[in-house]
């Protein structure tokens, strides 16, 4: 059985690429798709822990986020989807509507 | 006792059948065809006249002191407390209700025969003229308001009538209302009837303070309800002393009334309105401005010849008013050429002689001159409308003349129009002039003097215009010429008619030293007996018999060198007027231009009245506009501006100052906003990152305690 710091780094490695793709990229779409990244890490830190402490409430915590996540990109497709109509763009950088 | 029967109960249906087909004439008339606009509106006249004999009869039927008939309608003014000038405090009144004495019997004869006459001539006359029904109906509504005016049995009532008859002269006067000067003459009448009129409502008002009362009598009343009227309450305060024959109260109601009169009855100087009145249509001029109306001031004095038996200032007054009217009126008459307004000036000279006769009290010598007056004149302007409808339209009598044969009716008729109001024995007009004569004569000598030269006038000018309209070769043009014909029926018969009361209509009144015995006087004696019974005895004072032929004598001979003359004048040529004319050219221009009295009117009260219109004009351009209103407008020009200087600098100015602190306090934090997510998840991770950093030794213990 592998020790609790391989699936730590694992984890980290997945968390710090969700990361910078959600820092760097200008595709929304992309950005969504590191924002999974971002969740699968936690998943894999979640199983791990539950694994190494014999406790089965993280790996439910686990399937929440997998829910979770597949209800996030129903909901995050559709807004781009509404957005494009509307703007013709999917890049983040021109949906700045908010700023000062 | 007084006299009772159906006619006397039904005196209100003698004004309400005019107001009736007066009313259906304005409301539906345009849809009616002239027939039944004529059988209406004559109808309901005719009805007028046959209840009005009804009820005269009736009133006959009792002893001559009991010959006064009233009956309340209805209480149209409800009692109020009212103040007398005495101190006294009254329950003061006006009720809607008829009156029949001798008096009003006269008058409303004469009001619906004639009237019923003329509105028979007026389906001829007017017969191809646009707006019948309007005619008939303003015309009707006329006869309701004379009507009212001599049946009411007070004097608010009275005014009402006397309103009505105003209106309705003002609108017939203007029917052909696109014509400026017709309607600029129903204005004219209508303006200076008001100015009488103010004097006859501060009359009302004065006699009301003063009697507590308007109704002119209280006796005759069906039920005795103790109310009372004006001449009891005059007897009670005469023989109470409270007031002496003279009283300075009885002079001013006298004289204020009498303001009213002369403006209704055309006398000098609120005359100027009756010949203007002229453009009306000829029945007009025959109904209203001859045989009726005009003559309502006169009915009113002798309405309230009580108060004016106690007022011998006022009469007096009335005397040289009604001499000067005669002869000023009848000097205009001479050299006058449209035949209606010779037929005016003449109207306002008769006029002026039945005010010479009240003015010397002789009463019922006006009254019958009024009577006999209404029977020629009418005929006379009939007449005159005949001779208009058979010229074309031509009034000029210039262009008249040689009419004798063409039109015989006509011209037969106003012969004998024309030997009544010139007062020839024995046509109407020489009775009752005569009567006012013979009374002047005994009161004042200078006063029979302008009435005797009036009469030689009277028959020269109307001999003038008979022989201008009838004799001679014809002056019209050919094809005019070639158009005369004589009127048709319904315009002729009437004119007989009236040419026969013209001279029967003077016999009730046959003087005592012709061996008659004044039926006319005597019949009204009982309303003209005054309070004091001494008053009463002056009026009837006959003169020796003798003088009274002389008198008789006198004035025949006047009145046929009259005649005579204007033969020689006008038709046998013996010498031109012409010479005459332009040896006085300066009396010849000041009688031709009406002696300048519109002029000077014009610029005495008309133009003083329209400078002071520009002046107030000026003053609401400059004072009221200029001051007051752009005034007004400038100080909320600058209060909105202040306003405005204090929103824009204090409190937006605060707001703005808020803003920009916040906008200035917020100069480096604001560019973190950039609006890009991305930015804002590098911050929340950078953020994170110094948080782990900052607690890291915390961490530790987190970390521990969980494992």
Redesign the interface.
Known sequence: MLPIGHYLFLGLALFIIG?IG?????NVIV?LMSIELILNAVNINLVAFSRLYGDVAGQVFALFIIADAAAEAAVGLGIIIAFFRNRETVL??E?????? | MTPAGYFLDHLWLIPLFPLVTAALMLFIGRRLPNVAVSALCVGSVGLSFLFALGAVTQLLAAAPKNRVAQRILFEWLTPGQMQLSSGHLVQFTADWGYLLDPLSSVMVLVVTGVGFLIHIYSIGYMGHEGGYYRFFGYMNLFMFSMLTLVLANNMLLMFVGWEGVGLCSYLLIGFYFLKKSASDAGKKAFIVNRIGDAGFILGILLTAVTFGTIRFTSQGLPDASGASGIFQSLKAAVESQALIPGATVLTAIALLLFIGAMGKSAQVPLYVWLPDAMEGPTPVSALIHAATMVTAGVYMVVRMNAIYQLAPFALDVVAVIGAITSIFAASMALVQNDIKKVLAYSTISQLGYMFLALGVGAFAAGIFHLMTHAFFKALLFLGAGSVIHAMSGEQDIRKMGGLWDKIPNTAKTFAIATLAIAGIFPFAGFFSKDEILGQAFDRFFLLWIVGFITAWLTAFYMSRLFFLTFFGHCRADEHVEKHIHESPRAMTVPLMILAGLSIIGGWIGWPAALGGENRFERFLDPILTGVLAETGTVRIAHHALAKEILLMAASLGIAAAGIFLAYRFYCSKWFAPELVAAKFPKLYRLLANKYYVDEIYDAAIVDRTKDLGTLLGQFDAKVIDGVGVDGTGWLARFGSTLSMWWDKWIIDGLLNFGAKLTQLLSFPVRFLQTGTFSSYALLILVGLAILLAYYQQHLHVVLRGAR
């Open positions: 990361v959600v820092v760097t990229r200008r950005i983040e950088d949906m700045d509507l908010l700023k000062w």
